[in-house]
């Protein structure tokens, strides 16, 4: 059959909502942007467990850190749907992460920002896995049957990272003033970043217009973003909280909160590795692969002793 044929009947699965499996036919510019997203989607999974995991033995009490510790381990779990469902696309998951630790690889531009006071931690979960929620729950409709399955399992988990992040902002900002100072600067620093990391604006994005041919993406970075706002800005008000956003409004004749201008030189320059704490993720990556080292070698030498 010929490539053209190939590409058509391709193009009409995709148009038919029938998922592409690994072993189907897949154009090569298809399974080269999976790799990209899935990879890069997984790196951000890995490289998201630092600046929370850098609270674990700091929670205020234990059910704070029970809830934390959870939601670190969730993270690593993530990362591992997502390398499984990047290698079906015959990538090696050592490649994979040798372009992470090499600096080769992209991974969520947020995952760049210190962690300063526990309420980030707050601000995290609200924000930041609020908008991953966004764009993941747009995501189990993916046309690539791997990724789509590995979304629906980890959105289930993300609701649950959501909710304990707006606990913690809720108690916060309802306790002393305090309190309520540190969960306001924790938002004023969260909220930007987050509205970054959905991508550039639809006009600026390379990629979108391919991915939505292919379905990959079913809507563009500009759609999911507003979703996110117009979603989040309530929950913030309904806990006294401000955004650090002059030109928000609601906005009746859209339906939709308008809202300032996006810094896209801070969002490329920590794209760029310029961001607050690049070198320091990509150094504690670098480290604990290197730390376990010696388990994936005994590992493997287990696995060989019990193949002879
Ligand atoms: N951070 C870093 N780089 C980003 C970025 C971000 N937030 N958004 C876009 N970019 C990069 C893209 O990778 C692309 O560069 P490349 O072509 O060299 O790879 C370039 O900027 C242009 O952006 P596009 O809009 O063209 O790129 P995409 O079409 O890939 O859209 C995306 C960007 C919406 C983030 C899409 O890649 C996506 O949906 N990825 C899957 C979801 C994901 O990765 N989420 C990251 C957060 S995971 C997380 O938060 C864990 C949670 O448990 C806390």
């Given at each position: 059959?010929?490539?053209q044929?190939?590409?058509?009947?391709?193009?009409?699965?995709?148009?038919?909502?029938?998922k592409?499996?690994?072993?189907?036919?897949?154009?090569?510019?298809?399974?080269?942007?999976?790799?990209?997203?899935?990879?890069?989607?997984?790196?951000?999974?890995?490289?998201?467990?630092?600046?929370?995991?850098?609270?674990?033995?700091?929670?205020?009490?234990?059910?704070?850190?029970?809830?934390?510790?959870?939601?670190?381990?969730?993270?690593?779990?993530?990362?591992?749907?997502?390398?499984?469902?990047?290698?079906?696309?015959?990538?090696?998951r050592?490649?994979l992460?040798?372009?992470?630790?090499?600096?080769?690889?992209?991974?969520?531009?947020?995952?760049?920002?210190?962690?300063?006071?526990?309420?980030?931690?707050?601000?995290?979960?609200?924000?930041?896995?609020?908008?991953?929620?966004?764009?993941?729950?747009?995501?189990?409709?993916?046309?690539?049957?791997?990724?789509?399955?590995?979304?629906?399992?980890?959105?289930?988990?993300?609701?649950?990272?959501?909710r304990q992040?707006?606990?913690?902002?809720?108690?916060?900002?309802?306790?002393?003033?305090?309190?309520?100072?540190?969960?306001?600067?924790?938002?004023?620093?969260?909220?930007?970043?987050?509205?970054?990391?959905?991508?550039?604006?639809?006009?600026?994005?390379?990629?979108?217009?391919?991915?939505?041919?292919?379905?990959?993406?079913?809507?563009?970075?500009?759609?999911?973003?507003q979703?996110?706002?117009?979603?989040?800005?309530?929950?913030?008000?309904?806990?006294?909280?401000?955004?650090?956003?002059?030109?928000?409004?609601?906005?009746?004749?859209?339906?939709?909160?308008?809202f300032?201008?996006?810094?896209?030189?801070?969002?490329?320059?920590?794209?760029?590795?310029?961001?607050?704490?690049?070198?320091?993720?990509?150094?504690?990556?670098?480290?604990?692969?290197?730390?376990?080292?010696?388990?994936?070698?005994?590992?493997?030498?287990?696995?060989?002793?019990?193949?002879?």
């Amino acid at each position: 059959m010929s490539e053209q044929n190939h590409e058509n009947l391709f193009q009409q699965k995709v148009d038919n909502e029938i998922k592409i499996e690994p072993k189907d036919w897949m154009p090569e510019k298809y399974r080269k942007q999976l790799i990209r997203q899935i990879s890069q989607h997984a790196h951000s999974e890995i490289v998201g467990m630092l600046p929370e995991g850098n609270w674990i033995t700091r929670a205020p009490n234990l059910r704070r850190k029970v809830a934390l510790l959870a939601k670190v381990q969730d993270e690593a779990g993530h990362g591992v749907y997502l390398y499984s469902a990047c290698e079906t696309l015959g990538i090696d998951r050592t490649e994979l992460l040798d372009q992470l630790h090499t600096g080769k690889a992209k991974y969520s531009n947020i995952f760049n920002y210190p962690t300063l006071t526990w309420a980030d931690i707050g601000a995290v979960g609200w924000l930041v896995d609020g908008a991953a929620i966004m764009n993941q729950v747009m995501l189990q409709r993916t046309s690539y049957g791997p990724y789509s399955r590995a979304m629906v399992r980890i959105c289930k988990e993300e609701s649950f990272h959501n909710r304990q992040g707006f606990e913690i902002m809720t108690v916060l900002a309802r306790g002393t003033p305090d309190q309520k100072q540190m969960a306001q600067d924790a938002l004023n620093r969260w909220w930007w970043p987050s509205l970054m990391m959905f991508g550039p604006s639809d006009e600026n994005s390379p990629n979108t217009a391919e991915l939505i041919k292919w379905k990959v993406k079913r809507e563009t970075n500009d759609e999911v973003r507003q979703r996110f706002i117009d979603r989040t800005i309530p929950q913030g008000e309904i806990i006294g909280l401000t955004f650090p956003d002059p030109d928000l409004k609601w906005n009746p004749a859209r339906n939709h909160y308008d809202f300032g201008k996006i810094n896209w030189e801070e969002f490329y320059n920590v794209v760029k590795g310029n961001g607050p704490c690049n070198r320091e993720r990509l150094q504690a990556r670098v480290k604990a692969n290197e730390d376990g080292k010696w388990v994936r070698e005994a590992a493997a030498a287990f696995a060989a002793k019990k193949a002879n």
